[in-house]
T-cell receptor
């Protein structure tokens, strides 16, 4: 079974600063994917970034990067140069790749960006 | 944006009544999922489908049933709604052309 743990229920960050949202995972699968989703106050789920377990480079998408440490089973999201619009709920998720199994989500971290 | 539409977007219903939520996609994706979101729990999988008439249970399937008679529609039914089923329900889709899943706008269901 797969499990995602997000230990930070809420975080604050100053505008223009960088912030790291923690995510650890547990799985016995060899081929898996790690995902981050953003949920603003409007409620929609927005896909941010993906990391495959066999990818050697950390994934980056604009101001988002995924700090993937396979041995530690962690997949932290780093947001650089925070903006007020980054205030939202952030979910880490994973699934087995290849069999296209459903996503398993963590409980989320609420990020608040302060001006 | 992926073409996923959930209906209704909001619903208030009484305990004991049946409720059906609809997820409609225009992407011809094979896989469809129903999740519920509750404070402190993140998103939890209710049921999913890996093809027409092919469905399976998720983590919190008790009290829910699903049907998928055509590729584009995935229906979630609460046979007899209870207050514990008050939640926000999300539909998601994905296919082999990419690892990420795309979500509908969500349905806020209140059972009184």
């Amino acid at each position: 079974a797969q499990k995602i743990t997000q230990t930070q229920p809420g975080m604050f960050v100053q505008e223009k600063e960088a912030v790291t949202l923690d995510c650890t995972y547990d799985t016995s699968d060899q081929s898996y994917g790690l995902f981050w989703y953003k949920q603003p106050s409007s409620g929609e789920m927005i896909f941010l970034i993906y990391q495959g377990s066999y990818d050697e480079q950390n994934a980056t998408e604009g101001r988002y990067s995924l700090n993937f440490q396979k041995a530690r089973k962690s997949a932290n999201l780093v947001i650089s140069a925070s903006q007020l619009g980054d205030s939202a709920m952030y979910f880490c998720a994973m699934r087995e790749i290849g069999r296209n199994t459903p996503l398993v989500f963590g409980k989320g971290t609420r990020l608040s960006v302060i001006a | 944006d992926a073409g996923i539409t959930q209906s209704p977007r909001h619903k208030v219903t009484e305990t004991g009544t049946p409720v059906t939520l609809r997820c409609h996609q225009t992407e011809n994706h094979r896989y469809m999922y129903w999740y519920r979101q509750d404070p402190g729990h993140g998103l939890r999988l209710i049921h999913y489908s890996y093809g027409v008439k092919d469905t399976d249970k998720g983590e919190v399937s008790d009290g829910y049933s699903v049907s998928r008679s055509k590729t584009e529609d995935f229906l979630l039914t609460l046979e007899s709604a209870t207050s514990s089923q008050t939640s926000v329900y999300f539909c998601a889709i994905n296919d082999w052309d990419g690892p990420e899943a795309f979500f509908g706008q969500g349905t806020r269901l209140t059972v009184v």
